[in-house]
């Protein structure tokens, strides 16, 4: 396994140990469960790996568990895709970035998924903008991973079942290697503000 990847896996299977939320559910779970979901459509690797590391800007902050009981946006897919840009393809990066405003998105063109989001979603979503306005629509439409964005929305949101068995991360980390791009010979040892090997 590329040393990056498997400073990836041990690291969601450390930090992931956190509840994700208000739900029954940690994040690895949630994390393996969103993969499975992708998998199981039909999803590419790279929809495979996204799902997989959606949610890793929760795990990469020192904020607690669940930042919006506390009335803040801890802006967890702009972390994410700052932590693994280097690291991956925009075809996986991309879908991450654009997970919340896939959840803005849909709350603003579907009726009735608003009411089908969980308490925790719901509560996130006041605090990250509400619904989309006729505007931010057209701009989200005109993003090219907009369509992928929302299908990891959809595996993301289908994600938050108690004790649902998934594959374990070795079985997702052969998508990760799929989608990573190799680092150049000589490239920087891992730091605090550089993380990922
Ligand atoms: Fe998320
Ligand atoms: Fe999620």
């Known amino acids: 396994m590329v040393g990056s990847i498997a400073w990836l896996v041990s690291l ?7 509840r994700y939320g208000l739900h029954d559910v940690t994040q690895l779970q949630h994390a393996l469960q969103s993969a499975m979901f992708a998998e199981r459509s039909g ?39 700052a932590f693994l ?4 393809r925009p075809d996986v990066t991309e879908p991450i970035r654009l997970h919340v405003a896939a959840k803005r998105y849909l709350c603003a063109i579907e009726p009735d998924y608003f009411t089908l989001l969980s308490p925790d979603s719901v509560l996130s979503l006041g605090l990250q903008g509400g619904p989309m306005s006729p505007p931010e629509v057209a701009a989200f439409r005109a993003e090219p991973y ?19 068995p998934t594959p374990d991360l070795a079985h997702f980390a052969a998508y990760l290697a799929q ?11 891992p730091t605090r503000h550089n993380p990922v090997p």
């Open 146 to 164: 907009a369509q992928t964005a929302v299908r990891l929305r959809r595996c993301d949101d289908a994600a938050k079942v108690k004790d649902l």
């Open 12 to 18: 969601m299977a450390d930090k992931g140990q956190r």
């Open 43 to 81: 999803g590419t690797p790279a929809l495979i790996t996204a799902a997989l590391l959606h949610d890793i800007g929760h795990m990469v902050h020192d904020l607690g568990d669940n930042p919006a009981e506390a009335g803040l946006d801890d802006q967890h897919e702009m972390r994410g895709h």
């Open 179 to 189: 989608c990573h791009i190799q680092p150049e010979a000589g490239s920087q040892k």
């Open 85 to 88: 840009a280097r690291h991956f």
